[in-house]
């Protein structure tokens, strides 16, 4: 979970950093703007890619391998009855809880971070800042 909470600190901080005037409107409403801030940062076309990129990984990481290294092309299906991989699951698994995690922690961190950019007290080396927290967790 830190991983992912690391992660999604850089992604939104780096998002925010290229654009801030975007971000600020909808940081300082009252409650702030998530939905906005959601669409700022995420982009379904990059989620595509990466669940594509991810099972192709999967399928070599999973996959037969002849006695040079090569890997020896199997069916998806017929790597999860021989019981190496199930690739449905694993982009299933990345599509269902590992994105809405990151995204919930990317959007959650934009205004901890952002106000501290803004005031000058500084970026993602500040204290935790989290909707709905105390920042201590």
Known sequence: MKLIENAGMFVSESKFQSAPSDFVPHILSTPPNTEALTSLIYKPEVEARLLVRLANKARVYGGEMDADGRVVQVSDEELGMRG??????????????????????????????????????????GPSVRWGGSGSD
């Open 84 to 125: 190496k991989i199930d690739i449905r699951e694993i982009v299933g698994m990345y599509r269902d809880y590992v994105i809405p995690l990151t995204k919930d922690v990317e959007v959650g961190q934009v205004p901890g971070f952002s106000l501290r950019l803004m005031t000058g007290t500084g970026g993602l080396s």
